[in-house]
């Protein structure tokens, strides 16, 4: 056997040696470049939208190995090693062609749109290291035959949408050189497999943001060079096994929002020196702090929010001097009375702090002293429920970094002081169940000549606050039902949690009983000098002129939107889904910049007014159709108003514009049009501008020699996603996190054009 395969490789070599002397055919190697070709050609035929026009240089003037994202190997000619087509926008799904590229070392596909299942035939690929397809909108399982040749060392498929369970076929990939497994933020179900406790090679291990049930395997502990440990939000159960605080190579501990139950072993400082983040936070973890923290030195984030820690906290944690984020709020911590916080006095040699949450403890006595010697990059401080009294000292305004402060629900008395007013960065102020001095002082009695909007939700009000004179919109809502406290406490309480610099800034929450006996409950806002983007669209009497509101700034808008909505459905826990956006929600500061108000509410006002229709509360023209038929508030619901937005500000035309009868609506007006009829229903005043621009911005390309893209084109693309998102069915519509990636790419080709 030996002999005669070498006798083939001596004859290939020989071969070889000959073809540089003679012109024989060759069919074996030309083959095999060739196919690298077809295989990519495949890929490039999977592609349905390329808005950057990444693939223009996939054509045939230019040999493959020249083609944008292709690295092909420099001793084997012609054959392709590496693909690299991340973060280009690209539409599509990927062909099994691709496991014809047998030379492959790398994938990178990560954070496009493509969709479909990974292909097994990847699984041919021997010589592939890595693999990146995270970021995408790929289906359907992770299948085994994935392991089939391959030598993997890293696998990521994070952010998919992939389903079913961790195949235990993976396993031969563990057994040999597996040192990255991300399979983070996918619809993975089942447990955490026993094999993984073999994959001796791991260094990172991410499972965060599925939906594994089960306990967390005391096997894993054999991971001696695990470094990252994610398994985040899932339904996991049970007690952390001991070995896995023994794992002394661990950075990264990420046990957050399961259904963990135990204690924190005494000794983690000292069985995992190297920890530098450990989140726990959401579980059911009980029992005291553990003093050794302070030991584990390189420590820069603690989340251990919304447990049942008990007792002290620990003094020494001043020793941490990397602490960056120490959340402990929603336990049910305590204090030693009158000994003025000693834990505190420690944390303020930690320089780097910049988010230390005690809120919602058993914390008691008078207002900590050292709190105003915290370090001055300190950017939220919450204390908020607890039982704290007496006043916030002028000090507090040493505190400069702070941008939100959470004082509610104390027993803090006195006036917030004149010093607040030096926190330049401060958004958020939460002061409200207290005994302070508070508001009708501030809208004048809420007299008529304050009133600037009355909304479904209520009256708004124009005030001035405090000593500085602050300009404030006071919301008072339209509450005539009883008992609604309890929600309304509930919601704001989800809104204190929200930080974003496109949706409105909720300053305080006043919850009392009005004079009249009547439940009075009002939200103060940042005032918007600029009113809302519904003027601006509409209103013939702005007095800035519709000229101003060009095509860049409608874009800009749009895409601040898309950020507030992305980020109240995946950055908040739990998500908020708007309910009811549209322009007249959406408020413009004196930069021009969007904010998003009115967010959290629909869900309140909802449960609070059982007997009303949903009907009454939303916006016709911007509902999704679904909720016509007493469909959930939803977030398909928040994208299909999203996409009416955007052809509203487009076309210029509200969706309940007259023309828009007899079965036309403005998603079909819209739809019609493309693409060849897009100019036709652009508003005028945009169009006007967008002519001039136009040429000018072929004037600057033919000096740059940059590939000319007519604004025909953006419009086009623009026009056809405000379609996409406003479809009926909600199964079509996208979602936020791919609208804000998709508008941002558009704008980065509208600027590029320019510069
Ligand atoms: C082919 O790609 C090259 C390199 O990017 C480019 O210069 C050329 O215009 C392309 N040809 C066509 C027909 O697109
Ligand atoms: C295929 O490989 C052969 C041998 O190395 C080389 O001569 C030829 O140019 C390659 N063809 C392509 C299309 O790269
Ligand atoms: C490449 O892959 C496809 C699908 O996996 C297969 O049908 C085809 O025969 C392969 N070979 C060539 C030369 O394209
Ligand atoms: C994809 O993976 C490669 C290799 O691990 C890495 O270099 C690259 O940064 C990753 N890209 C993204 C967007 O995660
Ligand atoms: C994996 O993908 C995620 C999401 O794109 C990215 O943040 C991370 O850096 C990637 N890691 C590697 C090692 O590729
Ligand atoms: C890969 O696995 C899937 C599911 O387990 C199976 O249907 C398919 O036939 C396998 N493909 C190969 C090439 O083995
Ligand atoms: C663990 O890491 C060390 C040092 O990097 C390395 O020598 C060793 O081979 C690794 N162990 C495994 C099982 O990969
Ligand atoms: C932790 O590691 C130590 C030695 O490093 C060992 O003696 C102990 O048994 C381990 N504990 C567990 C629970 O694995
Ligand atoms: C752990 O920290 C404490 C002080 O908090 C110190 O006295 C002790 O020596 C430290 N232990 C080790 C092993 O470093
Ligand atoms: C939290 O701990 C207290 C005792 O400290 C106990 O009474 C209570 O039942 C615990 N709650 C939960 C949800 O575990
Ligand atoms: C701050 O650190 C110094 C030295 O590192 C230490 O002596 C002092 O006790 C610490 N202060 C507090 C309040 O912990
Ligand atoms: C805060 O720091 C100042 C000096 O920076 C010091 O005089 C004061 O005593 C400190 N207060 C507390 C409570 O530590």
């Known amino acids: ?124 690929l021997s010589r592939l290291r890595f693999l990146n397809l995270s970021n995408n909108v790929l289906q359907g399982e992770i299948l085994g035959n994935l392991s089939f040749f391959s030598n993997l060392e890293v696998l990521n498929v994070s952010y998919n949408m992939l389903v079913g369970k961790i195949p235990n076929s993976l396993e031969t990939l563990g057994m040999k050189r597996l040192n990255t497994l991300l399979l983070g933020s996918n619809k993975l179900t089942g447990t955490i497999p026993k094999w993984l406790g073999r994959a001796s090679s791991l260094v990172q291990l991410s499972l965060t943001s599925n939906r594994l049930h089960g306990s967390i395997l005391g096997e894993l502990g054999k991971l001696l060079n695990l470094s990252i440990l994610r398994v985040s939000a899932n339904n996991l159960f049970g007690v952390v096994p001991l070995a896995i605080y023994n794992l002394s190579s661990l950075i990264i501990l990420s046990l957050a929002v399961n259904q963990l139950h135990g204690q924190i072993p005494n000794d983690i400082g000292l069985t995992l020196p190297n920890l530098q983040v450990f989140f726990c936070r959401t579980n059911y973890f009980i029992g005291w702090l553990p003093v050794s923290l302070s030991n584990a ?46 834990f505190l006095a420690s944390l303020t040699n930690c320089s780097k702090l910049f988010a230390l949450d005690l809120g919602v403890n058993r914390f008691k006595g008078h207002w900590p002293t050292s709190i105003v010697n915290l370090s ?26 702070l941008a939100g402060l959470a004082l509610q629900q104390n027993f803090l008395t006195g006036e917030i002081p004149n010093s607040i007013g030096r926190l330049e960065k401060l958004n958020e102020l939460w002061s409200s169940d207290n005994q302070f001095s508070e508001l009708s002082q501030a809208t004048n009695n809420f007299s008529s000549a304050n009133l600037i909007g009355e909304g479904s939700f209520g009256s708004v009000y124009k005030g001035i606050m405090g000593e500085h004179g602050m300009l404030v919109a006071v919301k008072v809502l339209n509450l005539k039902q009883k008992g609604a406290s309890k929600s309304f406490v509930a919601e704001c309480e989800a809104m204190r949690n929200i930080h974003h610099q496109n949706l409105i800034k909720v300053l305080t929450v006043c919850s009392s009983i009005d004079f009249k006996g009547v439940d009075f409950k009002a939200i103060v806002y940042e ?5 809302n983007l519904d003027e601006w669209l509409h209103s013939t009497e702005v007095q800035v002129g519709v000229r101003n509101f060009n095509f860049i700034k409608r874009l800009n808008v749009v895409i601040e939107v898309a950020h507030a909505i992305e980020y109240l459905h995946y950055h908040c826990q739990p998500a908020i889904v708007h309910g009811d956006l549209k322009p007249s929600n959406i408020l413009l500061d004196h930069e021009m910049v969007a904010h998003v108000g009115d967010f959290g509410l629909t869900r309140f006002l909802i ?68 693409s060849e009829r897009v100019m036709d229903i652009v508003d005028p005043s945009l169009l006007q501008e967008l002519r001039s621009t ?14 000319r893209v007519s604004i025909k084109e953006i419009l086009i693309t623009f026009a056809r996603i405000g379609v996409l998102y406003s479809m009926d069915s909600s199964n079509d519509r996208m979602e936020m996190k791919d609208v804000v990636v998709e508008l941002c790419i558009i704008r980065d080709k509208f600027l590029g054009n320019r510069s």
């Open 376 to 401: 001055s990059k300190l950017k939220y401080l919450s204390i908020e429920d607890n039982q704290i009294s007496g006043r916030v000292p002028d000090g507090i305004g040493n505190l400069i970094g």
């Open 297 to 342: 030195s390189q420590l820069k984030k603690i989340g251990f929010e919304s447990n049942n820690f008990s007792g002290l906290v620990p003094p020494n944690l001043g020793r941490l001097s990397a602490l960056e984020v120490l959340a402990l709020g929603e336990n049910q911590l305590e204090n030693i009375e009158g000994d003025d916080f000693n």
């Open 527 to 531: 005032f918007m000098q600029n009113g």
């Open 694 to 707: 136009d040429e000018n911005i072929g004037d600057a390309r033919r000096n740059k020699r940059e590939r």
């Open 1 to 124: 056997m030996k002999k005669t395969s070498f006798l083939l490789q001596f004859s290939t070599v020989l071969s070889l040696l000959l073809l540089s002397f003679q012109s024989y055919p060759v069919t074996a190697l030309s083959s095999t470049n060739e196919t690298d070709k077809l295989a990519l050609l495949a890929i490039k035929g999977r592609i349905t939208q390329d808005i950057h026009g990444i693939m223009n240089s996939w054509n045939e003037s230019l040999h493959f190995c020249g083609w944008m994202g292709v690295t092909c190997s420099r001793r084997h000619k012609g054959r392709v090693t590496l693909l690299s087509l991340e973060k280009h926008g690209l539409i599509g799904s990927i062909p099994p062609q691709i496991g014809n590229l047998s030379f492959l070392r790398g994938i990178n596909l990560a954070q496009n749109f493509l969709h479909g299942q990974i292909p097994q035939e990847l699984g041919r």
């Open 607 to 674: 449960s609070s007014k059982k007997t009303s229709s949903l009907g009454t509360i939303r916006t016709i023209g911007y509902v999704a159709p679904e909720y016509g038929t007493g469909g959930k508030a939803s977030m398909a619901g928040d994208v299909f108003s999203f996409g009416i937005l955007l052809l509203e500000m487009i076309t210029g035309k509200r969706p309940t514009d007259a023309i828009f009868k007899d079965g036309l609506n403005l998603h079909q007006f819209a739809k019609l049009a493309l």
